[in-house]
């Protein structure tokens, strides 16, 4: 029973297309996360979302738009996709104050 | 701007020996300091926390030292098991930035029989 799971795991598409990860966690958090892990191994907080309300949203791209149904899902959608996309992107979930718990992550490949 | 750095990328240490990594900061607000551990294909797992009115917190064969002074931290791990090896991150967050964690760019322990 996977805490926080996020599909697919991996993702090849081409350059210009649109796609979307989805994320869910069932540990009753408030707060979740996207984060993009580059090809220098970095893990860099791109948003973060409380009770479905953004909170925090890094200089990302507005090519990347979160979405949050509700507080138990928080999906990435990314139009018009770019080399410079490829990375390892990470959801994850925490309580008011305490650590994260992480999904397995999705490996992106724009070709 | 990387306020949080690891560096050393990697270590190696014989089983049953001390590991001890360290993790420097420069961003004086922080005030939460975690260390996670990470397998490849796997997403980080938390390991131990300590908050920035402690000095050390030992979770069984995990202590994390926090020099405040220093802006340093470190993990010690003993006695260390080949099952120890893995990438280890530390981060830090400020408790009202929405608690987005400031990571390192890891440290990958080598344990060896």
């Known amino acids: 029973d996977t805490a926080v799971s996020q599909t697919p795991k991996y993702l090849v598409t081409q350059m210009g297309n649109d796609k979307s990860i989805k994320c869910e966690q069932n540990?009753?958090?408030?707060?979740m996360y996207w984060y993009k892990q580059d090809s220098k191994k970095f893990l860099k907080i791109m948003f973060s979302y409380n009770n479905k309300e953004l909170i925090i949203n890094e200089t990302v791209p507005n090519r990347f738009s979160p979405k949050s149904p509700d507080k138990a899902h928080l999906n990435l959608h990314i139009n018009s996709l770019e080399l410079g996309d490829s990375a390892v992107y990470f959801c994850a979930s925490s309580p008011r104050y305490g650590g994260y718990t992480f999904g397995s992550g999705t490996r992106l490949t724009v070709v | 701007d990387q306020q949080v750095k690891q560096n050393s990328p990697s270590l190696s240490v014989q089983e049953g020996r001390i590991s001890i990594l360290n993790c420097d900061y420069t961003?004086?607000?922080?005030?939460?300091f975690l260390w996670y551990k990470k397998y490849p294909a796997e997403g980080p797992t938390f390991l131990i926390s300590i908050s920035s009115i402690k000095d050390k917190n030992e979770d069984g064969r995990f202590t994390v030292f926090l020099n405040k002074s220093a802006k340093h931290l470190s993990l010690h791990i003993v006695p260390s098991q080949p099952g120890d090896s893995a990438v280890y991150f530390c981060a830090a967050s400020v408790k009202d930035s929405g608690y987005a964690l400031n990571f390192g760019k890891g440290t990958s322990l080598l344990v060896t029989p």
């Open positions: 540990l009753g958090h408030d707060t």
């Open positions: 961003n004086s607000m922080f005030d939460y």
